[in-house]
């Protein structure tokens, strides 16, 4: 099972971008789904994450207050909206599924499913 993401690209800063991840309805119906980012020579970091119904969220402190996210059932597509982008943003973003529910984990292992992952580049 692969999820697509789709929607990064280069901004300017101060600019937005609105990342999109769509997988089959069987994962989206009872998975709790997240966004990471890779930086070049970094370690892989959770970003934000929301539960199987929508109705918890987690952000990273570093884009809270920038990022939204959000989950559409009806497409089985989640959504990461970032707004006020910077150079520290710059990074290949990947979602991913977890069948673990009632937390957020930043633990790679704990998720089952992974998107391809798309480029993001914040830059003037």
């Known amino acids: 099972v692969q999820l697509q993401a789709s929607g990064g690209g280069l901004v300017r800063p101060g600019g937005s971008l609105r990342l999109s991840c769509a997988g089959p309805g069987s994962i989206f119906r009872s998975y709790t789904l997240g966004w990471f980012r890779q930086a070049p020579g970094k370690e892989r970091e959770l970003v934000s994450a929301?539960?199987?119904?929508?109705?918890?969220?987690y952000y990273a402190d570093f884009v809270k207050g920038r990022f939204a996210i959000s989950r559409d059932s009806a497409t089985n597509t989640v959504y990461l909206q970032m707004d006020s982008l910077n150079a520290e943003d710059t990074a290949v973003y990947y979602c991913a599924a977890s069948r673990f529910s009632g937390r957020f984990s930043d633990r790679l292992y704990e998720y089952d499913y992974w998107g391809q992952g798309t480029q993001v580049t914040v830059s003037s």
């Open positions: 929301i539960s199987w119904n929508g109705g918890s969220t």
